[in-house]
């Protein structure tokens, strides 16, 4: 054989590629996925409000109202400005289920995992321009993180889809 190849007969050079894992957050944020992902979690979101009760629910409501007829479309764009905090958030939680469903394990894991997104909340809830929305935002944060881990295994199964 001379210093080309044959390729009639076969005669291919060995090459070995490693397939480039994609990550949870560039998967969850990939430009073709991201306004499923936004919405999905908008309706998580929308869903866990609207089953809230008692006196508290009836605070979380009327402020999560108050938030939407102040500014249109705030849950969506809150969640897509807020997207790749929440998915550096939930990354370690999806590396880390094995072959669990993700919803199961982030609620078995659920006061960790909901104080890294609580964490994504009161960092831009404290630079919020809007001092209204950051008052109704103070006024139901003692609450959120029962309302957000019992809404994790939604969450997980929303998101889910986007990131396999």
């Known amino acids: 054989m001379s ?3 044959d390729v009639s007969e076969g005669d291919w050079p060995s090459v070995t590629r490693k397939r480039q894992a994609v990550s949870f957050t560039e998967q969850i944020l990939d430009p073709s996925r991201r306004p499923q992902v936004v919405a999905a979690i908008a309706c998580v979101i929308e869903s866990t409000v609207e089953s809230q009760s008692g006196l508290s ?3 979380i409501k009327t ?5 939407k ?9 809150g969640t897509d400005k807020l997207l790749p905090e929440i998915a550096e958030a939930l990354a370690p939680y999806w590396d880390g289920k094995g072959d669990q469903e ?3 394990y982030l609620a078995a894991n659920s006061s960790e995992a909901a104080d890294k997104l609580l964490a994504v909340a ?3 809830a404290a630079k919020a321009d809007n001092a ?3 008052k109704m935002y103070k006024g139901v944060r003692g609450k959120a993180k029962g309302i957000v881990e019992e809404a994790l295994p939604k969450l997980g199964a929303a998101i889910a889809p986007f990131a396999a």
């Open 63 to 67: 402020a999560f109202a108050s938030a």
């Open 102 to 104: 993700f919803g199961a």
């Open 57 to 59: 629910g009836m605070a």
């Open 3 to 5: 210093g080309t190849l």
């Open 122 to 124: 009161d960092e831009n």
């Open 132 to 134: 209204a929305m950051a």
């Open 69 to 77: 007829k102040a500014k249109a479309g705030i849950v969506e764009k």
